[in-house]
């Protein structure tokens, strides 16, 4: 399986300003996503990273809040804006093959404290 | 409603014992179903998928898929210390590519 890496690995931050996490995977994929787990909770999709264009944003999420990029096959950034403590969350990013079933692989996760 | 529903536990079973872990799901449409293991403070990991109605073993591991029940069930063989994690049932959704998990059930192997 593919190899996906994410940066930083944690982080804590203040109110009020902004976090970019990067998630890189070593051969190209057909389909990225990112995921917020909430303490002691499950796994929630944040949006699908559409390659070259615009990410799909589930209920609840907003592009303005959580920006996506997806500028090639192999890379993706997830942006939380304007933080909040209840922004804290382990970010995850996955990624699926076409052809694979759906299986999808999960990145080391971000760990981010918003004091 | 919950898509996938599991039993959030713990489930504690002694080492070598049978671990039965189950899921339900409440989309029809949904034809892909996984379980990921997840040990605390580490990313999910992937252990089975299962497609088709019956059982489909992997080592240690035996997934069972029922389609008209809509449940699904990962059995443990022989578990170990080691295994002691949160286990997440996973379908994928109404739409494709997209999984819906359920909140997980923690299993605690006792030694």
């Known amino acids: 399986s593919a190899v996906i890496s994410q940066k930083p690995s944690r982080d804590i931050c203040q109110r009020g300003t902004s976090l970019t996490i990067q998630c890189q995977v070593d051969s190209q994929v057909t389909m990225m996503f990112w995921y917020r787990q909430q303490p002691g909770q499950s796994l929630t999709l944040i949006a699908t990273?559409?390659?070259?264009?615009?990410?799909?944003?589930e209920s609840g999420f907003v592009i303005d809040k959580f920006p996506i990029s997806r500028p090639n096959l192999t890379f993706s950034t997830l942006t939380v804006s304007n933080m909040s403590p209840e922004d804290s969350s382990i970010y995850l990013c996955?990624?699926?093959?076409?052809?694979?079933?759906?299986?999808?692989?999960f990145g080391p996760g971000t760990r981010l404290t918003v004091l | 409603q919950k898509e996938v529903e599991q039993n959030s536990g713990p489930l504690s079973v002694p080492e070598g014992a049978i671990a039965s872990l189950n899921c339900t799901y409440s989309d029809r449409g949904s034809q892909s179903f996984f379980w990921y293991r997840q040990y605390s403070g580490k990313s999910p990991e992937l252990i089975m998928s299962i497609y088709s109605n019956g059982d489909k073993e992997d080592g240690r591991f035996t997934a069972q898929l029922n389609k008209a029940s809509q449940y699904v069930s990962l059995l443990i063989r022989d578990s170990q210390p080691s295994d002691s994690a949160t286990y997440l049932c996973?379908?994928?959704?109404?739409?494709?590519?997209?999984?819906?998990f359920g909140a997980g059930t923690i299993l605690r192997v006792k030694s």
């Open positions: 990273a559409n390659q070259g264009s615009e990410a799909t944003y």
């Open positions: 996973a379908s994928e959704g109404k739409y494709g590519n997209k999984l819906v």
């Open positions: 996955s990624v699926g093959v076409a052809g694979a079933g759906g299986e999808q692989f």
